[in-house]
Each structure stands twice: as structure tokens, then as C-alpha cells.
């Protein structure tokens, strides 16, 4: 284990298990803020400019240790990301591809402990800032690294296609890579609405 993953009643607990396969970012798109807000979680997750700090690496490189059945799905629409939160206490926990396949997984900060220099010690300092013309307030973000940061991700997800490790996810049913282990919830018209709105 080389970071333990946890929502804030604790019910959720698990690991990262290795420092490799790892890419970390800061995301101010409108989504992953909507998805802060839809948990009522936007103080504690997004930053001063409504950026989601986020650990990117492949599912197999997760494990679920106990509590996995506080484990639920959104979707922002129809065709969005998985979005995987802690049902105890709506901790976010991370997004996945609808499609195993794509293996991915990119957990929030708040499921990763508090202690940011603990994050920056071991997978080393965040190199990508994107989508930050969804950023608000004045002096917003530029977005950096996007490029490398995208090779790296695309790295990650051919490898695991061709080395089989896809098939090792905690969030499809096994031997499924189409069928999540929590029914995605899709958010009605009204709910998406809300959850967009920036409350700043
Ligand atoms: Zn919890
Ligand atoms: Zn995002």
C-alpha cells in the first residue's frame, strides 16, 4: 500500500497500491464541479477557483478493503463519466469510463486524506491544470501540462489494454467491462441544473 483511500465516516476504506501508472491534475471543469456541488461537498472539494485536485491512475491499481457497498454511481447525463461517491457521507471517491476497457480512474482529493504534502511526497507534484476557462473568479488558472498529462493518461489506459490489467476493477461486476457494481443514478433535468449552478 502506498496511499489509503478513505470517505470521511470511514465506512469506505481501501488503497492505491502503487506509485506507478500515476498522473495527478487539477480539473476546474463545469462537470467534475457540478459533481462537488450535486454531493453538497463544493467547500471542502473545490478550490478557490472551483478546481477538483484529482489522482489519476488505472483501477487495477485500487483496492476496496472494506465497506464497498457504500460505494455509488452518478452520471451527469446519459453518456457522462461514472461518478463514484461514498453513500455514508457523500465523500466523492472518483470517475471512471463507462467502458472498462478505458481503464481509468481518477480519485478526488477528499477520499486521500488532507494532508496534501503527504499526496505531493508520494506521486509527486500535480504537472496539469485543465479546463480552467471553466475557473471562476479573476486571475484564473492557465492551463498547463494538459498535453503531457493526456500522453501520460493514454499511456496508462493502451498498456492495460494490452497487458489484460483492464480486467482488474474494482467498480465493474467481474469479468464485466459493462456493468458497474452500483447502478448509475442520472441526474434529472432539475438536479443538473442546481448542481450547475455556481453558488460563489
Ligand atoms: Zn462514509
Ligand atoms: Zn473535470
Known amino acids: 500500500m502506498v496511499h489509503s483511500i478513505s470517505c470521511s465516516c470511514g465506512k469506505l476504506q481501501g ?8 498522473n495527478r491534475c487539477v480539473c476546474y471543469c463545469a462537470d467534475c464541479q ?10 471542502k472539494v473545490l478550490d478557490e477557483h472551483g478546481g477538483t485536485s484529482i489522482v489519476q491512475t ?3 491499481n485500487i483496492v476496496f478493503s472494506q465497506g464497498i457497498e457504500n460505494l455509488a454511481c452518478i452520471r451527469l447525463s446519459n453518456r457522462g463519466l461514472l461518478r463514484w461517491y461514498a453513500a455514508c457521507c457523500h465523500t466523492p471517491i472518483g470517475n471512471t469510463l463507462a467502458d472498462a476497457k478505458l481503464s481509468f480512474v481518477g480519485l478526488v482529493h477528499s477520499c486521500l486524506g488532507s494532508d496534501r504534502h503527504l499526496l505531493d511526497e508520494t506521486f509527486g507534484s500535480i504537472r496539469m491544470y485543465q479546463h480552467t476557462a471553466d475557473a471562476f ?5 492557465r492551463t498547463r501540462g494538459a498535453f503531457l498529462g493526456t500522453l501520460r493518461i493514454l499511456g496508462m489506459i493502451l498498456k492495460a489494454r494490452l497487458t489484460g490489467a483492464y480486467k482488474n476493477t474494482p467498480f465493474f461486476v467481474s ?13 434529472s433535468e432539475n438536479e443538473l441544473a442546481e448542481a450547475m449552478k455556481v453558488k460563489d
Open 15 to 22: 488503497q492505491i497500491k502503487s506509485v506507478n501508472n500515476i
Open 34 to 43: 457540478a459533481f462537488a456541488r450535486y454531493l453538497n461537498k463544493q467547500e
Open 58 to 60: 488505472i483501477p487495477e
Open 137 to 141: 473568479r479573476s486571475n484564473k488558472p
Open 175 to 187: 469479468e464485466s467491462t459493462s456493468t458497474p457494481i452500483a447502478t448509475p443514478k442520472v441526474l
